[in-house]
């Protein structure tokens, strides 16, 4: 199914806003967020809510050091939640929308280095790929894809924790509800993408970058 596609206009992207995922979708998302598509025939994200007066500075680098990208609430998980790639080993998919894990500290696939290659850049060291937000019908979505300076892979986390699409309203953030087992020793996940950070409630989309390991 679909989700819903709403015309609005986007202020300060251009057309190199265009998405170049081609993962696949990752089935219904309880987090709803709004499109639409350039006429040119390349989609973007587009939403009245990609202005904001107070823009957060983009995330810079941390020295090279690969991190967590941590739920600061631990909600229903006493491990807390990480952002992470779905799959394990031989079944790990970097073409599926990334999705909020129980926290695997040193894992290959949960460990992101900030402001690399550029400014706002989230990548992802062991797999030389970047967090990006979708568009069209998958914009709720998250995915790895090849680092670029496009204005879907520019992040900036403000003062109090909540990672936005750089210059945007759009912020991380986890659906609601519990946990659902993933088969792992008590690990659990939730489904991951982007929200009106003004709607979602804090404890769902406030962040930190700890380190290799939960603080």
């Known amino acids: 199914m679909l989700l819903p596609l709403f015309a609005m206009s986007l202020a300060g992207c251009t057309e ?10 990752a089935g219904p998302s309880p987090i ?3 499109s639409a598509v350039d006429p040119s025939g390349q989609d973007r994200v587009e939403s009245d809510q990609l202005t904001t007066s107070s823009p957060a500075p983009l995330l810079g680098s941390r ?3 690969a991190t967590l ?9 006493p491990e ?13 998919d970097l073409a599926a929308a990334l999705s909020a894990h129980t926290c695997k500290p040193g894992a290959d696939d949960e460990l992101f280095r900030s402001g690399t290659p550029l400014p706002g850049n989230l990548q992802m060291p062991a797999y030389q790929l970047c967090m990006s937000a979708a568009a ?17 892979q520019r992040f900036a986390l403000d003062a109090e924790g909540s990672l936005r699409l750089a210059d945007s309203m759009l912020c991380l953030a986890i659906a609601p509800g ?8 008590s690990h659990v996940r939730r489904d991951l993408g982007l929200q ?11 962040w930190q970058l700890p380190g290799p390991s939960p603080s």
Do not use: H, K, W
């Not at 990208?69 to 998980?77: A, F, G, K, S, T």
């Not at 807390?80 to 790990?92: K, M, Q």
């Not at 003004?198 to 769902?204: D, G, L, S």
């Open 16 to 25: 190199d806003a265009a998405s170049t995922s081609s993962g696949p979708a």
């Open 32 to 34: 709803p967020v709004v």
């Open 63 to 65: 020295g090279g050091g």
């Open 69 to 77: 990208v941590q739920l600061i609430d631990p909600l229903d998980e």
């Open 80 to 92: 807390f939640y990480c952002v992470d790639v779905p799959g394990f080993g031989a079944s790990l």
């Open 136 to 152: 069209a019908e998958d914009a709720a979505n998250l995915f790895l894809e090849d680092c670029s300076d496009s204005p879907l």
């Open 178 to 185: 519990a946990g659902e087992a993933t088969g792992g020793p």
């Open 196 to 206: 009106d950070c003004e709607t979602v409630p804090a404890q769902r989309r406030r």
